[in-house]
């Protein structure tokens, strides 16, 4: 609970505000939305969730949830400027000015049926092979040499033609119809990009949007290692390194033959080598390399196979810059995993995990966007950027919201203490709590409900035994 919001709240509220009336003067937050958004930014905080009626109950009824879902849906707030207004803040904060962008994408089940929860689709469950209902989103996410921060996002839906292509060609294949004689596949639909487009799109945005950061290497996995994917991001950054990882069918053109790339390295054994894995512990890895032209992107690349201790097979990277040594890709690479911390929090201490249920695209959109921002603020909370500016290891999200929590009750506690008669406070905050934690009947018992009669009745017997005997 909290009676006000904590200061590092309203400070970087107040940031954020100043920071859009400098990109464009008269255009800043009214006060009343500074307030909306503070409310909301510490309900989420303490919550856990993207819910009105939580947030009411937290904030000690100081917003009604029907005000806080009015200003959702009517305030004029411009949320792609407050979102990329947010990033330049933290940016701005730490003296930023270089980087290494990595993305990816994260699913989240919903329910069965979601007519309004936006672009909802049938998601392949990876852990058991089978599938559900759900959303996916590709974040594009900045790694530095302070903090790692999400800079971009978009909802991901695939396209239903492609997909419904492929279950007819597969059941075809399996009566064994001629390649001829099943149908093609269907264009894409521009309404519908792949994940692989969305985060080229978010790419060129970052970039005109904050200038002033050198990019110096794009990651991603398997699923953004096509050509087109690494080229376009590799020019959208400047030229900047662009390291996948890659299946092991792919192929490569070596002294005039083409090998899949698994039997390429089998004639070619790795190396060990130590390395820093994300900067930190030394480990030993074993290196396999070569720059040598990739059959389906049609140029040279500089393909690495990587096999940590441990692990019984390789995993094949891709780059598009064969300048790059092959330890200093590697090193590179490693720092993909960040991106795993920063959804793994986001899902657990920043509120979307418990499935924030705002219907339609702006609610999917504008929700997302406020539990990003408390993201953003977590970073410049005060014990977070002492130890940041010192190069002391960063606080967890988890542990950094546990120490809200604790500092916005003790505030609650603080204030009636403080007062010159306690009793008269703590009287009212009593009364404010029994009213927002109402008791609620219970269905499972059945105390002042009818139970019926629950014995038999004599008329009944003698047509039992009749029953019986006729039975016999």
Request: hydrophobic share 40%; charged share 25%; with cysteine.
């Amino acid at each position: 609970m909290f009676a006000d919001p904590l200061p590092f709240i309203e400070r970087d509220v107040e940031e954020l505000d100043a920071a859009l009336r400098r990109q464009a003067p008269g255009r800043g937050l009214s006060r009343g939305q500074r307030r909306w958004l503070t409310f909301c930014l510490m309900g989420l905080l303490l919550t856990n969730t993207v819910c009105w009626s939580a947030f009411e109950r937290a904030g000690l009824g100081g917003y009604r949830f029907s005000a806080l879902s009015w200003m959702f849906r009517r305030t004029n707030v411009v949320w792609e400027g407050l979102w990329q207004v947010s990033v330049r803040v933290v940016l701005e904060q730490y003296g930023i000015h270089e980087g290494v962008l990595s993305g990816d994408d994260s699913d989240q089940r919903r329910a069965k049926r979601t007519r309004r929860i936006h672009r909802a689709h049938t998601v392949d469950d990876k852990k058991t092979g089978g599938d559900f209902n759900g959303q996916e989103r590709v974040f594009l996410v900045l790694i530095t040499p302070t903090v790692t921060l999400p800079v971009g996002f978009r909802v991901a839906c695939p396209d239903p033609k492609p997909v419904a292509w492929r279950r007819e060609d597969q059941r075809l294949k399996a009566l064994k119809v001629a390649k001829a004689e099943r149908p093609p596949r269907p264009a894409a639909d521009p309404a519908d990009p792949s994940k692989a487009q969305l985060l080229l799109e978010r790419i060129p945005s970052f970039r005109q949007a904050h200038p002033q950061v050198r990019l110096k290497a794009v990651l991603a996995d398997a699923l953004y290692g096509t050509q087109a994917l690494m080229d376009q991001a590799s020019a959208a950054c400047g030229g900047a390194q662009t390291i996948s990882q890659w299946r092991g069918n792919q192929k490569v053109r070596f002294r005039g033959r083409e090998r899949p790339l698994a039997t390429f390295f089998a004639a070619y054994p790795g190396v060990p080598h130590r390395i820093r894995r994300r900067g930190g512990e030394e480990i030993t890895v074993t290196v396999s390399r070569a720059r040598v032209s990739v059959c389906a992107h049609g140029k040279k690349r500089f393909v690495i196979a990587l096999q940590y201790p441990g692990e019984t097979e390789a995993r094949d990277l891709v780059a598009t810059e064969l300048s790059w040594r092959t330890l200093d890709s590697v090193q590179a690479y490693t720092l993909r995993w960040l991106v795993e911390g920063f959804l793994e929090d986001w899902k657990l201490d920043e509120g979307w995990g418990q499935l924030a249920k705002q219907p339609d695209e702006e609610g999917s959109s504008r929700s997302l966007i406020l539990s990003l921002l408390l993201d953003h603020a977590l970073l410049l909370h005060p014990e977070q950027r002492t130890r940041l500016n010192h190069q002391a290891p960063a606080c967890t999200v988890g542990s950094l919201r546990q120490h809200c929590r604790g500092e916005a009750f003790l505030d609650v506690v603080r204030g009636i203490l403080s007062a010159e008669d306690p009793a008269a406070p703590f009287a009212h905050f009593a009364e404010k709590v029994k009213g927002l934690f109402p008791l609620a009947p219970s269905g499972k018992h059945m105390s002042g409900r009818d139970l019926g009669r629950q014995e038999p009745t004599p008329a009944l017997r003698y047509r039992a035994a009749e029953v019986c005997a006729c039975g016999a």
